[in-house]
C-alpha cells in the first residue's frame, strides 16, 4: 500500500496497522469494472479492483463490440491495442427466420466497425490497462461480506479485508454487492443462455447471425480465422433440444463443453447510493440479441468514475449525481424500446421470424433498428 493511501487511512480510520484503505472499491473486473478502475486511477484516486477469476477468463457473451465502444477505448488509449488482438471484422448481420428465410443488413466499415473478439483477450487487456495505469488489482479474491461504516468494510472469502470511501458494484447479473445490500431483484427465470467457441465452418463469412429457431434463437459470430462463438437462448425445458440442434448444424462432439449463464433479464437497480454505485450489468441487464451489453459496461464505469472523482475532490455532491443521473439516463435514451422488441420478439421465436419476413418485404425496417444498435454515440 503506498504511504499516501496509508496516511490517508490513518487520518480517516485512526490507526488500524493491517487496515487497506482505498477511495474507490470496485467489485468485478468485467469491461464496467476495468472502465471504471481504468478511469478513476487516471482521475488520481487509490484504486482496487477486486475479481473472482483469474484472468484470461472466458465469459458467455456473443464476443461483439459494438461500435459505440470504440470512443470509450480511445479515451482509455486501448483502441489500437483491441485492434492488435485477435478479431474478426463484421461486414453485416443476417437475420435468420425460423423457414431458413434471411434478410441481411450491412453493418458499418472501416475503423469503427463492429468486431468481434474473444472475451478472454478483451477482459484481460482491459483489466491490465486498469492496473498499468495505477489501480490496485486483486484476482482470484470472491467479495463475500460488506459493512457500511460511513465508508466500506470489504471482505472476501479468503479472509482478507480493506476499506474504501466509495463502492461499485460491477460484478455482473446476480452482483453479490446488490444480494449483501439487500438489493437484488428477485432474477426471473425464463431463459438460460449457453455459450461455446466451436470450429469455423468453411465459408462462414465475416458476419453475424442470428437465427430464430421454434425453441429460441442462436447467434453466431466468427472470432477469429479458425473459431466462431455459438450462442443458444432458450427456457430451461427446451435448451438442451437447441443444443442438440447446434451439435447437428454444426457437427459438434456429444461431449462439446458449454459454458451456461442465467437469468437473461431482471429488473435494473438504481446506479447511484450513498456512496455505492452499480455499473455495467449490476445495474441492468440488456438482452444479448441486441449485442450492446459491453458498451453500456464501458460507458457507465467511466461515468462512474467521473462522478466519484468529483465528488472525492470536495464538489457539492447532489449536482454531481444529478449529472451523473442524466448522463447515464442518455445513454439508454431512445434505446430500451429496442431491448423490449428484441426482448418480445426472441421470447416469441414466431413473432421474430414474422419480423424477417416483413423487412424481406420492407427492408427499412431491419435496417433502421440495426442502425440504431450499432451507431449510438
Ligand atoms: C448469451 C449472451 C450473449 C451476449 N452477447 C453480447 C455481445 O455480443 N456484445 C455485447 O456487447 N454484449 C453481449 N452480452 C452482454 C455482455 O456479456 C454483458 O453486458 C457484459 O459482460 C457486462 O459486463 P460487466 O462488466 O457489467 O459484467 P461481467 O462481464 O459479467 O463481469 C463481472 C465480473 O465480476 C466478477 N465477480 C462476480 N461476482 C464477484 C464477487 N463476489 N467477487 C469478485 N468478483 C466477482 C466476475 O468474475 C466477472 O469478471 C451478451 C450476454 C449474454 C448472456
Same mark, same amino acid.
Given at each position: 500500500?503506498?504511504s499516501?493511501?496509508?496516511?490517508?487511512?490513518?487520518?480517516?480510520?485512526?490507526?488500524?496497522?493491517?487496515?487497506?484503505?482505498f477511495?474507490?472499491?470496485?467489485?468485478?473486473?468485467?469491461?464496467?469494472g476495468?472502465?471504471?478502475?481504468?478511469?478513476?486511477?487516471?482521475?488520481?484516486?487509490?484504486?482496487?479492483?477486486?475479481?473472482?477469476?483469474?484472468?484470461?477468463?472466458?465469459?458467455?457473451?456473443?464476443?461483439?463490440?459494438?461500435?459505440?465502444?470504440?470512443?470509450?477505448?480511445?479515451?482509455?488509449?486501448?483502441?489500437?491495442r483491441?485492434?492488435?488482438?485477435?478479431?474478426?471484422?463484421?461486414?453485416?448481420?443476417?437475420? $435468420?427466420?425460423? !423457414? &431458413? *428465410?434471411?434478410?441481411? @443488413?450491412?453493418? =458499418?466499415?472501416?475503423?469503427?466497425?463492429?468486431?468481434?473478439?474473444? +472475451?478472454?483477450?478483451?477482459?484481460?487487456?482491459?483489466?491490465?490497462?486498469?492496473?498499468?495505469?495505477?489501480?490496485?488489482v486483486?484476482?482470484?479474491?470472491?467479495?463475500?461480506?460488506?459493512h457500511?461504516n460511513?465508508?466500506?468494510?470489504?471482505?472476501?472469502?479468503?479472509?482478507?479485508?480493506?476499506?474504501?470511501?466509495?463502492? $461499485?458494484?460491477? !460484478? &455482473? *447479473?446476480?452482483?453479490? @454487492?446488490?444480494? =449483501?445490500?439487500?438489493?437484488?431483484?428477485?432474477?426471473?427465470?425464463? +431463459?438460460?443462455?449457453?455459450?461455446?467457441?466451436?470450429?469455423?465452418?468453411?465459408?462462414?463469412?465475416?458476419?453475424?447471425?442470428?437465427?430464430?429457431?421454434?425453441?429460441?434463437?442462436?447467434?453466431?459470430?466468427?472470432?477469429?480465422?479458425?473459431?466462431?462463438?455459438?450462442?443458444?437462448?432458450?427456457?430451461?425445458?427446451?435448451?438442451?433440444?437447441?443444443?442438440?440442434?447446434?451439435?447437428?448444424?454444426?457437427? =459438434?462432439?456429444?461431449?462439446?463443453?458449454?459454458?451456461?449463464?442465467?437469468?437473461?433479464?431482471?429488473?435494473?437497480?438504481?446506479?447511484?447510493?450513498?456512496?455505492?454505485?452499480?455499473?455495467?450489468?449490476?445495474?441492468?441487464?440488456?438482452?444479448?440479441?441486441?449485442?450492446?451489453?459491453?458498451?453500456?459496461a464501458?460507458?457507465?464505469?467511466?461515468?462512474?468514475?467521473?462522478?466519484?472523482?468529483?465528488i472525492?475532490?470536495?464538489?457539492?455532491?447532489?449536482?454531481?449525481?444529478?449529472?451523473?443521473?442524466?448522463?447515464?439516463?442518455?445513454m439508454?435514451?431512445?434505446?430500451?424500446?429496442?431491448?423490449?422488441?428484441?426482448?418480445?420478439?426472441?421470447?416469441?421465436?414466431?413473432?421474430?421470424?414474422?419480423?424477417?419476413?416483413?423487412?424481406?418485404?420492407?427492408p427499412?425496417?431491419?435496417?433502421?433498428?440495426?442502425?440504431?444498435?450499432?451507431?449510438?454515440?
Open positions: 500500500m503506498s499516501l493511501i496509508k496516511s490517508r487511512a490513518t487520518a480517516v480510520y485512526g490507526s488500524i496497522d493491517s487496515m487497506q484503505l477511495d474507490v472499491a470496485i467489485v468485478g473486473g468485467g469491461p464496467a476495468s472502465s471504471c478502475a481504468a478511469s478513476c486511477a487516471v482521475g488520481g484516486l487509490a484504486t482496487l479492483a477486486l475479481d473472482r477469476e483469474k484472468f484470461p477468463r472466458e465469459k458467455v457473451c456473443g464476443d461483439c463490440l459494438n461500435p459505440s465502444c470504440w470512443p470509450v477505448l480511445e479515451r482509455l488509449a486501448l483502441a489500437e483491441v485492434r492488435d488482438l485477435p478479431h474478426s471484422k463484421l461486414s453485416s448481420v443476417a437475420f $435468420i427466420a425460423i !423457414d &431458413g *428465410r434471411e434478410v441481411i @443488413v450491412d453493418l =458499418l466499415s472501416g475503423d469503427g466497425c463492429e468486431i468481434s473478439v474473444k +472475451r478472454s483477450l478483451f477482459d484481460d487487456l482491459l483489466l491490465r490497462r486498469a492496473r498499468e495505469l495505477g489501480a490496485d486483486h484476482e482470484q479474491t470472491t467479495v463475500s461480506g460488506l457500511q460511513g465508508g466500506w468494510r470489504i471482505e472476501t472469502a479468503s479472509g482478507e479485508i480493506f476499506h474504501a470511501r466509495i463502492l $461499485i458494484g460491477a !460484478d &455482473g *447479473r446476480n452482483s453479490t @454487492v446488490a444480494r =449483501l445490500c439487500n438489493l437484488l431483484p428477485r432474477p426471473e427465470r425464463e +431463459r438460460v443462455a449457453l455459450q461455446a467457441h466451436v470450429p469455423r465452418p468453411q465459408n462462414f463469412h465475416d458476419r453475424i447471425v442470428l437465427q430464430f429457431l421454434p425453441e429460441g434463437y442462436s447467434g453466431q459470430a466468427p472470432v477469429n480465422e479458425t473459431q466462431l462463438n455459438l450462442c443458444l437462448v432458450s427456457t430451461p425445458p427446451t435448451i438442451s433440444k437447441l443444443r442438440r440442434w447446434a451439435e447437428r448444424q454444426f457437427q =459438434l462432439p456429444a461431449g462439446q463443453p458449454w459454458r451456461t449463464i442465467t437469468p437473461l433479464t431482471r429488473s435494473p437497480i438504481p446506479s447511484a447510493h450513498q456512496n455505492l454505485f452499480f455499473i455495467g450489468d449490476a445495474a441492468r441487464v440488456v438482452e444479448p440479441f441486441t449485442g450492446e451489453g459491453i458498451y453500456y464501458l460507458r457507465s464505469g467511466e461515468l462512474a468514475a467521473n462522478a466519484i472523482a468529483k472525492l475532490r470536495g464538489d457539492d455532491r447532489n449536482p454531481v449525481l444529478r449529472e451523473f443521473g442524466r448522463a447515464y439516463a442518455q439508454y435514451r431512445g434505446r430500451l424500446w429496442i431491448n423490449r422488441l428484441s426482448r418480445a420478439a426472441v421470447l416469441r421465436p414466431q413473432l421474430g421470424s414474422f419480423f424477417v419476413h416483413m423487412a424481406r418485404i420492407n427499412s425496417i431491419l435496417k433502421l433498428l440495426t442502425a440504431k444498435i450499432v451507431s449510438l454515440g
